[in-house]
DNA sequence: CAAGTGTACTACTCGATATAGTGCACTTAG
DNA sequence: CTAAGTGCACTATATCGAGTAGTACACTTG
């Protein structure tokens, strides 16, 4: 089930695209696998079939999911890589805030140790 | 002098915090010394003065600057302890962005080579 | 007193987000 | 074949934040 905050100043249509991402890494949508139809989704979660369909069309520009109109959108066998190139992008805007911490006085370590902390806290 | 792009996707009124806040960091607005007048910001950079105004509320805000009314706007003796503790709050972006980064499945590794290789390259 | 200062206020444009509704071509199950 | 469901395209509308534009007021300074 996706969860999503209409309340958030995250755009739906992004927290979609992060709902479905994570649901496919952590294999409740297995490759090949259809994803819910745009109407289903649209009436499961209220929200507007369009809005849908703006996540599922970047999803697809992603090479996340391919659809095939009339059957349905399917999970891409290469769905987990492409989303792990698309993440990397990030790492772009992890360098820009940095050099702004940088600048501002802030330590290196106090920065590596934020990011340690992350993944310590979620290996147990 | 200031450098304000007004096609980035970034807000001017956030490009001219930034702006300032590297100036009095690098010394160029020393504590206690009058900032450029609104009207005078707003002539120089081709930019409403509104704009200018939403900048200088921001920083008056955040303890950085001192508005003097009939008199001026004046770096605060303390500016640049303000800086870094506003900027400390960008470390809660870069957790946010982590754990995004973990889920994806990006090693704790490549990111703190990325932070790292920031502190590298402007150590020369 | 006059000029310059920060501040407050309203009105307008613009783009992104989201909703609403309709229609079309396609695939699939009966 | 038929009907239902699918992705997709299209137009229209509403809302919000960012930014522009202009005016006015109270204050400080020379």
């Given at each position: 089930?996706?969860?999503?905050d209409?309340?958030?100043s ?6 979609i ?5 994570k649901?496919i890494?952590?294999g ?5 696998s ?19 369909q703006k996540?599922y ?6 090479g ?17 890589e492409m989303i ?18 940088q600048?501002?006085?802030?330590s ?15 290996d147990?």
């Amino acid at each position: 089930m996706l969860m999503i905050d209409k309340l958030s100043s995250k755009p739906v249509y992004e927290q979609i695209i992060d709902e479905i991402e994570k649901n496919i890494l952590l294999g409740i949508y297995p490759p090949e696998s259809v994803l819910p139809s745009l109407r289903e989704l649209s009436v499961t979660l209220s929200i507007n079939p369009n809005t849908i369909q703006k996540s599922y069309t970047e999803l697809t520009r992603r090479g996340i999911i391919k659809p095939s109109p009339g059957s349905g959108c399917y999970v891409s066998p290469n769905a987990k890589e492409m989303i792990r190139q698309n993440a990397l992008q990030k790492l772009e805007l992890i360098r820009t805030i940095t050099e702004e911490l940088q600048l501002a006085g802030i330590s290196k370590e106090e920065i590596l140790a934020t990011v340690s902390a992350v993944y310590v806290h979620n290996d147990k």
